[in-house]
T-cell receptor, first 114, second 116 residues
């Protein structure tokens, strides 16, 4: 157990729907990162939050949004889902603003859009 | 933007032997961090080893070591005494210090098979 908790582990939903992925960072970590892992795009950085505030943004679609709550857990919202959104979504956390010592990853949420 | 290239999609090694996974990166920065992550069939991303660019000494973690060649922008991972549990996808990653936010930029991965 890495200490980063992601729920649910698996999610199957239809095109056009909206889903929410949840992440609880490792105890003491203030930064949360979201990544998408797909076969054709590899591991793509989506967004980072630090202590409740957006810190960095990557290749995140406008249909996707995220937030970090006061208790530091984070949610990634995916809407108007398309078949191409099917992927493994990882959350990771780190202590500070940066990732000098790398991230601690959760076990991911496997999203399948049908 | 920085890029990370892993040119070996698949590698095989016999148990107890040594294998080296290659990684090259492109950057104009002088200071940065490099990482190797392991992703076994469980999908969990596990940090294997970390290297700070300003340190000339190659990082070592038990059976895992790196060959960091800064001028050549090369960061290979050597696994000694390979074990069945080493079978996984290995990703090389780069982290900028001065720009690019705090994201890690990953390579496309190398699938390592360990054979008896």
């Amino acid at each position: 157990d890495s200490g980063v908790t992601q729920t649910p582990k698996h999610l199957i939903t239809a095109t056009g729907q909206r889903v929410t992925l949840r992440c609880s960072p490792r105890s003491g970590d203030l930064s949360v990162y979201w990544y998408q892992q797909s076969l054709d795009q590899g591991l793509q950085f989506l967004i980072q939050y630090y202590n409740g505030e957006e810190r960095a943004k990557g290749n995140i679609l406008e249909r996707f949004s995220a937030q970090q709550f006061p208790d530091l857990h984070s949610e990634l919202n995916l809407s108007s889902l398309e078949l191409g959104d099917s992927a493994l979504y990882f959350c990771a956390s780190s202590v500070g603003r940066g990732a000098d010592y790398g991230y601690t990853f959760g076990s991911g949420t496997r999203l399948t859009v049908v | 933007a920085q890029t990370v290239t892993q040119s070996q999609p698949e590698m095989s090694v016999q148990e107890a032997e040594t294998v080296t996974l290659s990684c090259t990166y492109d950057t104009s920065e002088s200071d940065y961090y490099l990482f190797w992550y392991k992703q076994p069939p469980s999908r969990q991303m596990i940090l294997v080893i970390r290297q700070e660019a300003y340190k000339q000494q190659n990082a070592t973690e038990n059976r895992f070591s790196v060959n960091f060649q800064k001028a050549a922008k090369s960061f290979s991972l050597k696994i000694s005494d390979s074990q069945l549990g080493d079978a996984a996808m290995y990703f090389c990653a780069y982290r900028s210090i001065t720009g690019g936010g705090n994201k890690l930029t990953f390579g496309t991965g190398t699938q390592l098979k360990v054979e008896l």
